[in-house]
């Protein structure tokens, strides 16, 4: 059983800050990368930050210079720095941790990925 406790989002002015963590609880012996989508009613789900188990971090492009993804000491918590924020990153923000493939492949564990609850941020004056 795994479990994405997210926290963080809330309203702000465009140009604020916000931070939105996420812990995966539970079985993550397969675990590789952590991130985050977004969504806007309407529209599809888009990815917006992932972060592997090593390698280098990949952002949405109109994200890029504003949003920090990092990981916490456990490996198993990811944080979202989100700054100089703009009336469209308004959305609901989900994370997504992704396990192994070829484990899962393998029957190790059973999942592909799991989702959070998702939190909402909202940019507005």
């Known amino acids: 059983q795994v479990q994405l406790v997210e926290s963080g989002g809330g309203t702000v002015q465009p140009g604020g800050s916000l931070r939105l963590s996420c812990t995966v609880l539970?079985?993550?012996?397969?675990?590789?990368?952590i991130g985050w989508y977004r969504q806007v009613p309407g529209n599809q789900r888009e990815p917006v930050a992932f972060v592997p188990n090593t390698g280098i971090p990949e952002y949405l492009p109109s994200v890029k210079g504003r949003f920090t993804i990092s990981r916490g000491d456990t490996k198993n918590t990811v944080f979202l720095q989100m700054n100089d924020l703009r009336p469209e990153d308004t959305g609901h923000y989900y994370c997504n941790a992704i396990n192994d493939a070829a484990s899962v492949a393998r029957g190790v564990c059973d999942e592909p990925d799991y989702w959070g609850q998702g939190t909402p941020v909202t940019v507005s004056s």
């Open positions: 539970g079985d993550t012996k397969c675990l590789t990368t």
